[in-house]
Nanobody, 111 residues
Framework: VQLQASGGGLVQSGGSLRLSCAAS?????MGWYRQAPEKQRELVAT???????NYADSVKGRFTISRDYPKNTVYLQMNSLKPEDTAVYYC?????????WGQGTQVTVSS
């Protein structure tokens, strides 16, 4: 079982990035978390039961999560990025009641 995240990079404040996470199978739920230096990992956006979504308050209106079911891929479109969005972003998947994590992709937003 693998989750391969990509799309991170360095962007200026106000810019955009799109993260992708390709899965080796069809997960029940998928989403994104992030972890900034010296902070705990936190939810960014995720699919919940069915095709419902859940977003952190700090990213609502700026980030959009989407999923391509035939490709087993989840995306995170990040717009209006802020320096406080700087973190390692981890793809997350739930399959058969077990949680799996991708390797993380660094997002750095310069002011």
């Amino acid at each position: 079982v693998q989750l391969q995240a990509s799309g991170g990079g360095l962007v200026q404040s106000g810019g955009s990035l799109r993260l992708s996470c390709a899965a080796s199978l069809s997960f029940d739920n998928m989403g994104w978390y992030r972890q900034a230096p010296e902070k705990q990992r936190e939810l960014v956006a995720t699919f919940t039961s069915g095709r419902n979504t859940n977003y952190a308050d700090s990213v609502k209106g700026r980030f959009t999560i989407s999923r391509d079911y035939p490709k087993n891929t989840v995306y995170l479109q990040m717009n209006s990025l802020k320096p406080e969005d700087t973190a390692v972003y981890y793809c997350w998947g739930l399959y058969n009641f077990r949680v799996y994590w991708g390797q993380g992709t660094q997002v750095t937003v310069s002011s």
